[in-house]
């Protein structure tokens, strides 16, 4: 397996409406790492799915480089187009399984049947592709539901049979388009452990196009910040959701680790009270640190706001605490604060 499964190089889709045309991604670069849960994040129209579709070729770029598995699928610049051949890329597709929001389902073929579906033209005899079928059933925990027809099966159940089915042909990539959009919280929660666990036994590389962020925060490894077609934002769960101050990402991903945000919403002035703002790893920390600030220098915090959020099986704090002590005990207070495994943000006087 290549260490990079994709890679976008100056990838832009444009399309002609009504005379006007319409930058649906612009000037996109970045690539995405083998083996990894990755994902691509943004509101409705960010142009995430149209981006993704260039991996296969189910949409052809503008303009850009987009090369997949190590293999160049498409190339097109001022020196002219390079594009796969239509049978080589048939064979390359097999490669790449899609999960969608809507399942997409036969209706009048079981469960069992309409995974074998997909192994059709695999060129495995039908008793191997039924017993290949039967294994994928059970990848995705619905070895009792072989039988069942789709309209039997809940929202959760036909959504698994469609994973069953994107692994037919053993892919090295899986991408999951809004695929968790209609389904209830328990279900969506179940798909993406389901998710993880496949990208943990297989080596899987997922990729994960949503406007959930909280189906981000529970699986991804790293996650690009779409908007209006271009990327704004690229990094790991703590880099993009607690440490960004970019204002568009901080729209899309929540303003749950903005201090200044947070004091707004409750009404609270930052000019004349020594505000800080504290964000921690719980694994990291196992002193009690607001104790130790009266302890060891008679500086009394009072805890004006926290919360905890877990990153994928990372838990992050985040606290915004009112010193109150001598200058010079607070000054102390707040360097040793600094030596710890806490970030540090003095929030007095700020606008």
């Known amino acids: 397996m290549t260490e990079t499964s994709v890679n976008f190089k100056n990838v832009s889709v444009d399309f002609k409406q009504d005379k006007q045309t319409i930058h649906a991604v612009s000037d996109v670069s970045f690539s995405i790492p083998a083996g990894q849960i990755f994902g691509i994040a943004g509101y409705s129209g960010a142009g995430k799915s149209t981006l993704v579709r260039t991996i296969n070729l189910l949409q052809q770029p503008t303009s850009g480089e987009v090369s997949v598995l190590g293999k160049q699928f498409f190339k097109k610049d ?11 890329l048939r064979t390359e597709r097999r490669k790449i399984g899609m999960i969608f929001q809507h399942y997409n389902l036969l209706n009048q073929k079981t469960v069992l049947e309409n995974v074998a579906f997909a192994l059709k033209h695999s060129g495995l005899k039908e008793k191997k592709i039924a017993a290949k079928a039967q294994q994928l059933l059970a990848d995705v925990g619905l070895s009792d539901y072989a039988k069942h027809y789709p309209a039997q099966l809940s929202g959760g159940q036909q959504q698994r049979v469609a994973i069953a089915r994107a692994l037919a042909n053993d ?3 899986l991408i999951s388009d809004e695929a968790t959009s209609a389904l209830d ?18 080596g899987l590389t997922v990729i994960l196009i949503t406007h959930e962020m909280d189906a981000i925060k529970r699986i991804c490894d ?22 960004s101050t ?6 899309i991903v929540g303003n749950d680790f903005d201090a200044l945000a947070i004091l707004q919403s409750m009404n609270i002035d930052t000019a004349s009270r020594n505000l800080v703002k504290l964000v921690y790893y719980s694994q990291e920390i196992s002193q009690p640190i607001i104790v130790d600030l009266y302890a060891k220098y008679q500086v009394s915090a009072s805890i004006v706001y926290a919360d905890i959020e877990e990153f994928g099986s990372q838990p992050v704090g985040i606290m915004i605490v009112e010193l109150n002590g001598a200058d010079d005990q607070v000054s102390a207070a707040l360097d040793y604060l600094k030596q710890l495994d806490v970030q540090v943000t003095e929030l007095r006087g700020a606008k």
């Open 78 to 88: 001022e020196h002219g187009t390079t594009e796969i051949s239509a049978r080589e």
């Open 171 to 173: 892919p090295e990539i």
């Open 185 to 202: 919280p328990e279900n969506t929660n179940q798909i993406l452990d389901l998710l993880k666990e496949l990208n943990q036994k297989y």
């Open 222 to 243: 790293q996650v690009v910040i779409m908007d209006q077609g271009k990327v704004v934002e690229r990094g790991s769960l703590i880099e993009v959701f607690v440490e």
């Open 246 to 251: 970019n204002p568009v990402t901080r729209k």
